[in-house]
């Protein structure tokens, strides 16, 4: 029976990526984005902040459209990360990598009452199931 593990984040970008593209030993290009989520319990806001992974040609495309306080959707999977500290103790920590994202709405572009807030340039995949 198939099965599907899909994780979404929608919210806020804290930095433009478009200075933090790296590349691993092997050459594989990413950046790591920083997201605030705002949520609000009993009317106080609260804000959570991930860190999300794009790579390849997604990672270049998301350094060069997204921008500091655009709202972006990301869509891909909870990766984890098992590693040994100095002193011998073992450590989980868990990173969100995403394979596709969209921009909802520029945080620079005015908002226009009767625009979509999507486009179909605004899509970015590097997975096509087909």
Same mark, same amino acid.
């Given at each position: 029976?198939?099965?599907?593990?899909?994780?979404?984040?929608?919210?806020?970008? =804290? !930095?433009?990526? %478009?200075?933090?593209?790296?590349?691993?030993? #092997?050459?594989?290009?990413?950046?790591?984005?920083? @997201? *605030?989520?705002?949520?609000?319990?009993?009317?106080?806001?609260?804000?959570?902040?991930?860190?999300?992974?794009?790579?390849?040609?997604?990672?270049?495309?998301?350094?060069?459209?997204?921008?500091?306080?655009?709202?972006?959707?990301?869509? =891909? !999977?909870?990766? %984890?990360?098992?590693?040994?500290?100095?002193? #011998?103790?073992?450590?989980?920590?868990?990173?969100? @990598? *995403?394979?596709?994202?969209?921009?909802?709405?520029?945080?620079?572009?005015?908002?226009?009452?009767?625009?979509?807030?999507?486009?179909?340039?605004?899509?970015?995949?590097?997975?096509?199931?087909?």
């Amino acid at each position: 029976m198939p099965s599907l593990a899909r994780f979404q984040i929608i919210g806020h970008i =804290g !930095k433009s990526p %478009e200075s933090d593209l790296a590349s691993t030993d #092997g050459g594989v290009t990413y950046v790591h984005i920083g @997201i *605030a989520v705002n949520e609000y319990k009993n009317k106080t806001p609260m804000t959570t902040w991930f860190k999300v992974t794009l790579f390849g040609e997604t990672a270049i495309r998301a350094a060069s459209k997204i921008n500091k306080g655009d709202l972006v959707l990301f869509n =891909g !999977k909870i990766g %984890e990360n098992n590693y040994t500290d100095k002193k #011998g103790v073992m450590h989980n920590s868990f990173s969100f @990598i *995403a394979n596709e994202f969209i921009v909802l709405k520029a945080a620079h572009a005015p908002a226009e009452a009767n625009s979509p807030p999507l486009s179909d340039e605004t899509v970015f995949n590097d997975e096509v199931p087909f």
